[in-house]
């Protein structure tokens, strides 16, 4: 069965970096890319950009251009998700989503705290 | 303006029909997109529901029943979540998502509440 574990929560101060990642199994890795959204405490999801399982060919929103990089490992089947300059509005539940025209499966979250 | 909107809560009995609706931006067509419908119950991830284009394409999500509806009103500008004979296990966050300009959009959600 598809699975995808992401790495476990993370306090960060304000400026600083964090990495998230989200390892797949259950499927061929390369055959779909993955995106990532998140969603801050009581609010709606948003995403975050995407980068394809196969070719490493990334996309992201405009609201995180310049300050996100997406990157995978294919010989673990692992995506990463690197947010810089973080900021208190960071704070939010970070997911990764298998898309594959949909996001038919998700991580279970992760955690990011930003606070000084 | 949102590019999605949707009413932040629905309340319905058990039994009943829901008509959750997600707007689109006026100028934006909602008969040339795809429309995305997830669930989203406290403490977990979103789950896919369905996808709507038109019945000649559209998708159902693997082992979502069948009393989850996708369609449309275009004099509404409109996607339009259709759930029969709530249950209270429907009770959860909805969200639609459309791919617009080049990103995943997703609507603000709305709260679903079967009381």
């Known amino acids: 069965q598809v699975q995808l574990l992401q790495s476990g929560a993370e306090l960060k101060k304000p400026g600083a970096s964090v990495r998230v990642s989200c390892t797949a199994s259950?499927?061929?890795?390369?055959?779909?890319?993955i995106s990532w959204v998140r969603q801050a405490p009581g609010q709606g999801l948003e995403w975050m950009g995407w980068i394809s399982g196969d070719t490493g060919e990334t996309k992201y929103a405009q609201n995180f251009q310049g300050r996100v990089a997406m990157t995978t490992d294919t010989s673990t089947s692992t995506a990463y998700m690197e947010l810089r300059s973080l900021r208190s509005d960071d704070t939010a539940m970070y997911y990764c989503g298998r898309d594959y025209e949909t996001f038919d499966y998700w991580g279970q979250g992760t955690l990011v705290t930003v606070s000084s | 303006q949102a590019v999605l909107t949707q009413p932040s809560s629905l309340s319905a009995s058990p039994g009943a029909s829901a008509s959750l609706t997600c707007t689109l931006r006026?100028?934006?067509?909602?008969?040339?997109?795809?429309i995305y419908w997830y669930q989203q119950k406290p403490g977990s991830p979103p789950q896919y529901l369905l996808r709507?284009?038109?019945?000649?394409?559209?998708?159902?999500g693997s082992g979502v029943p069948s009393r989850f509806s996708g369609s449309k009103d275009a004099s509404a500008n409109a996607g339009i979540l259709l759930i029969s004979g709530l249950q209270s296990e429907d009770e959860a966050d909805y969200y639609c998502?459309?791919?617009?300009?080049?990103?995943?959009?997703f609507g603000g959600g709305t709260k679903l509440t079967v009381l």
């Open positions: 006026s100028g934006i067509n909602v008969g040339t997109y795809r």
């Open positions: 259950g499927y061929t890795f390369t055959s779909s890319g």
């Open positions: 709507y284009k038109s019945d000649s394409d559209n998708h159902q």
């Open positions: 998502m459309i791919w617009h300009s080049s990103a995943w959009v």
